[in-house]
Nanobody
């Protein structure tokens, strides 16, 4: 089992920045692909960014060039710059054990473990 705890959400004006973090605990001796997803009210949970355990990354078209995903030992980060009102959502981190170092998971169904989410609100 792996437990994921997100931090760093909050309220910011459009154009501002936030940095989310996700600390993993428990069975962290495996190699995990990790990712960030977000869910706005009344909408599905959407892929934001993912990173393989080898460091390969992918981004959704809506955040590419503005957000950066990174990882450091047991912590996953999402640096969010040039935030827009449409970025408002609950952000979730996720993890899944992987045998392939380059595999980035972009679908919710590929992940085994989820955090509780952190709210990000961007005002215009």
């Amino acid at each position: 089992q792996v437990q994921l705890v997100e931090n760093g959400g909050g309220s910011v004006q459009a154009g501002g920045s936030l940095r989310l973090s996700c600390v993993a605990s428990g069975r962290t001796s495996y190699n995990y692909a990790m990712g960030w997803f977000r869910q706005a009210p009344g909408k599905e949970r959407d892929f934001v960014a993912g990173i393989s355990w080898g460091g390969d990354t992918q981004y959704s078209d809506s955040v590419r060039g503005r957000f950066t995903i990174s990882r450091d030992e047991n912590t996953l980060y999402l640096q969010m710059n040039s935030l827009r009102p449409e970025d408002t959502a609950v952000y979730y981190c996720a993890a899944a054990p992987q045998s392939t170092s380059t595999r980035v998971l972009i679908n919710t169904g590929g992940y085994h473990y989820w955090g509780q989410g952190t709210q990000v609100t961007v005002s215009s």
